[in-house]
Every structure is written in C-alpha cells, then in structure tokens.
C-alpha cells in the first residue's frame, strides 16, 4: 500500500471516530449508487446525514475544499431513501474536511448542513 493510500484510510478512520464522538451513529461507509458515492451515512438526534469527506497533506495551501454537486447529493438521498425504510426524518448533507499536518496530527473542520452554504 503506497503513502496516499494509508494517508485517506487513516483519515478515513479518524473522521469516522470524530463523528462517533460526537454522538453521530453510522449506518453507511462508503455507500453507492450508480456513478455517486458518499463517504458515510449516519444518524444525528433523529437526521439523516450523508458525510462528504475530503483530505489533503499540509501543502501550505490549507483545508481541502471540493464542489458539492448538489444534484449528485440529491440523487444519492432518494435512492438511498428509496432502498431502506427509513422514513420521517430530516435529510442534510455534512462535509468533514481533514488537513493532515505531521505523522499523527491533523485539523478537521466539520460543516454541518453544507449545502446551506453553497450558493
């Protein structure tokens, strides 16, 4: 397994950590349909929340920042709604941006609801 690759699964792993401190429960990792993909799906108080993640190696660049497409989200929450039955609760999309600065510290920023950000 080359570095980039242990990097994003470390990463991977630490964000899930983060959100299961902070009382988020997952349900998904790394769910699918067609060509759109998310990271996690998990529950917070009662939400519904898909988990964008990015990652980035401290380039002196800062946090990673990636376009939400905002119909690729809307895709992915009907059909994942469509496949289970889960039903009457709110949906949002959360992105979890992870700038890994030394061997074992990182800087995470968490944006609940992203897309309420976007233009």
Not at 46 to 74: C, I, M, Y
Request: hydrophobic share 45%; aromatic share 8%; proline share 2%.
């Amino acid at each position: 397994m080359n570095a980039t690759n242990t990097t994003t699964s470390r990463a991977h792993e630490a964000i899930r950590r983060y959100l299961e401190l902070k009382d988020f429960e997952v349900v998904e990792d790394g769910w699918a349909h067609g060509q759109d993909s998310i990271d996690f799906i998990a529950r917070d108080s009662g939400d519904l929340v898909f988990v964008a993640t990015s990652t980035a190696a401290n380039a002196g660049e800062g946090f990673p920042e990636e376009p939400f497409d905002r119909k690729a989200f809307e895709r992915l929450a009907a059909a994942y709604l469509a496949e289970t039955d889960v039903a009457g609760c709110n949906v949002r999309l959360d992105a979890v941006s992870l700038l890994v600065v030394g061997e074992s510290r990182a800087l995470l920023k968490h944006y609940v609801n992203a897309l309420s950000e976007v233009g």
